[in-house]
């Protein structure tokens, strides 16, 4: 693998999803594979105390690494280990790969909001568009109407967990840091 290619991959694979924004990954590229590293130094002890949010983020990592390298033309296999502190080494050969990679373009524009929400009401042509997505077995989307008894039930649990964070004095010590 080229060095050009091998930045390009790193570059959209860091755009992935994780705890805080922690980006808790580390690379080591060599001539026929990109190593992805834990970052421990970026674990959250309060929030995430078996390092289970670090894990998944990692695991959002690899399928950015996946999208990129198959946008640029390789084919990826790759090999989970508990051996020291590598968490997946990909290796990749150049390979003519013809399809469209739409999930490739999502990278770029996945983003955070973390504004306070204005109460705008989604409107129906998204919830048209959600609800006529096929979903699968281990992907669905649960839409809950404003002022239904399952909204007011998952709004209440949701309020009431981020008081319970947001008294813990830790908490928003990691949460700044």
Same mark, same amino acid.
């Given at each position: ?76 296999? !790759? ?5 020291? /502190? ?33 109460? /705008? ?9 959600? /609800? ?38 830790? !908490? ?6």
């Amino acid at each position: 693998m080229n060095r050009k290619d091998a930045l390009f991959i790193i570059e959209q694979t860091v755009k992935a999803p994780s705890g805080h924004n922690t980006q808790p990954w580390l690379f080591g590229i060599d001539e026929n594979y990109i190593r992805i590293y834990p970052d421990i130094s970026k674990c959250l002890p309060i929030v995430d105390p078996d390092n289970r949010e670090l894990f998944v983020s990692l695991g959002c990592a690899v399928e950015n690494f996946f999208w990129a390298a198959q946008k640029r033309g390789y084919n990826v296999t !790759f090999d989970i280990r508990k051996d020291g /502190e590598v968490f997946a080494i990909l290796t990749c050969a150049k390979e003519k790969n013809d399809s469209v990679l739409e999930m490739f373009d999502q990278i770029s524009v996945r983003q955070t909001n973390r504004k306070i929400y204005s109460g /705008e009401k989604i409107s129906s042509d998204i919830i048209g568009v959600l /609800e006529s997505v096929s979903w699968t077995d281990c992907v669905k989307v649960h839409l809950f109407p404003n002022r239904s008894d399952s909204f007011d039930l998952l709004k209440n649990y949701i309020v009431n967990g981020n008081t319970i964070q947001l008294r813990d004095k830790a !908490f928003k010590n990691e949460l700044k840091k």
